[in-house]
């Protein structure tokens, strides 16, 4: 998980910001050539949590990037998954 940014009080005009800022953030995600809508972003008092699962490293940091880019000066913790997509490395045993 990582953090950055400074804390806002919740209920205060700025965290009405908070939220207009993380509307027009997924709106970017999921029109986007990432089209990820697999990425959930929330305020979490006077944080933003992002959860969810892409399909590579790659979409982890360009995820990472526009959001630190669009809510630069708020805390950010992340919990974003990269799917595992590769072939397995051995055979199953089924009893």
Do not use: F, K
């Not at 809508?37 to 399909?55: D, F, H, K, Q, S």
């Not at 982890?60 to 950010?76: N, P």
């Amino acid at each position: 998980m990582s953090e950055h940014g400074a804390e806002q009080p919740a209920g205060t005009p700025a965290a009405w910001n908070t939220d207009y800022r993380i509307a027009h953030l997924q709106d970017r995600l999921a029109a986007g050539d990432l089209a990820q809508l697999g990425v959930r972003i929330e305020a979490r008092g006077g944080a933003v949590m992002l959860t969810g699962t892409v399909p590579s490293v790659q979409c982890r940091e360009e995820v990472l990037r526009i959001v630190h880019e669009d809510l630069a000066g708020l805390a950010v913790h992340s919990d974003i998954v990269v799917a595992e997509t590769s072939s397995p490395d051995h055979a199953e045993e089924v009893t």
